[in-house]
């Protein structure tokens, strides 16, 4: 079996080896929301089940719209995580920085051997080693151009049995990294929809992180330098702006995104999860070195945040929860020539 290109996350390329799962080609149906046919969740629902159809694979997906279930659909099925895990990666380095145990502007070492050379991120491009970066720096590689070097900064300063209790703690016991012999490095591992979902629901909630983490993180995944492929493809740049979001993906198939979609006024509007394998519409062979927007599943996704984007203005959070209600605006557009 050919080792994939982010195998080298954990031990480096010469003991990486990944296991064959049989995939059947048709995805189980998603659970029906409740709600009239012109509801938001329902219309959700309506492009979700057309273009999930139209992609093909096999779908694990939880999507709520104002705090209703849009999709369901195999929500508590463990399933690879790839890049999306790098949201929970994030999460326990802040939390560390929340007890006063890191900072952001604290630096860790980039040397040439801890540098993976694929084709993500940054790091890889500068051949510029020795250096030292802040930890800041390597959280926003991290998280907006899922640079995979960052993940094992990262391990430098959060091994993986370290991290893998502050998420148990936080009550994430299947979104976990995968330990290898070396205890700062790790594989990205696996998570459920929902535990994504309760994650990025407890981020915007503010009952995951302190205010000035959990600002720090949706400020880096609403950036414009982040994911475009999925969800954003089919925005302007002031919705790019109000969707916060991050994708994983492997050349075994698997292709993954989630994300908050915020309303006009900052208000958390849609949270979606959604996690896909192959075999997907078209060759095989094709999709599994195919990382962009012409993929199905990306495709599909994008006719997904077309619709999550223009549902959310009109979904009014319920009486009981409007005052208690957290609100992230949306950073203003501001562009430079240099100078």
């Not at 990944?18 to 149906?29: C, H, L, M």
Request: with cysteine; proline share 4%; net charge neutral.
């Amino acid at each position: 079996m050919k080792l994939s290109r982010r195998s080298a996350l954990g031990l480096g390329t010469a003991a990486a080896a990944t296991a064959a799962v049989g995939i059947t080609a048709r995805a189980n149906a998603a659970q029906a929301p409740q709600g009239t046919a012109s509801s938001p969740e329902r219309k959700v629902a309506r492009v979700y089940t057309r273009e999930v159809a139209k992609a093909q694979g096999v779908w694990s997906s939880l999507i709520t719209v104002g705090g209703t279930t849009a999709v369901e659909q195999d929500a508590d099925k463990v399933v690879e995580a790839y890049s999306v895990n790098k949201l929970a990666v994030a999460t326990a380095v802040l939390d560390k920085i929340d007890r006063g145990l890191l900072t952001l502007d604290q630096r860790v070492d980039l040397t040439a051997g801890i540098v993976i050379q694929d084709i993500d991120g940054t790091f890889a491009l500068d051949r510029a080693y020795p250096s030292s970066i802040t930890l800041g720096h390597v959280m926003a590689n991290l998280l907006s151009v899922s640079d995979n070097t960052a993940v094992r900064l990262c391990g430098l300063v959060c091994p993986a049995a370290e991290l893998n209790q502050i998420l148990r703690d936080k009550g994430f016991v299947a979104t976990q990294v995968v330990p290898v012999a070396n205890p700062n490095r790790f594989f990205l591992g696996q998570t459920t929809p929902r535990e994504t979902h309760t994650l990025l629901s407890k981020l915007v909630a503010g009952e995951l992180l302190s205010a000035t983490s959990t600002d720090y993180l949706l400020n880096v995944i609403r950036s414009t330098s982040a994911f475009t492929d999925g969800i954003r493809l089919r925005l302007r740049t002031d919705e790019r702006l109000r969707v916060g979001t991050k994708a994983g993906w492997f050349d075994d198939g698997g292709r993954n995104e989630a994300g908050v979609v915020f309303a006009a006024d900052g208000t958390p509007g849609a949270i979606y999860s959604l996690f896909a394998s192959g075999p997907f519409a078209g060759d095989a062979t094709v999709n599994d070195v195919d990382f962009g927007a012409t993929h199905p599943a990306l495709k599909a996704r994008q006719e997904l945040g077309r619709a999550l984007v223009d549902v959310v203005d009109g979904v009014a959070p319920a009486p009981q929860a409007k005052a208690a209600t957290k609100k992230y605006p949306a950073p203003g557009i501001v562009v430079s020539n240099g100078g």
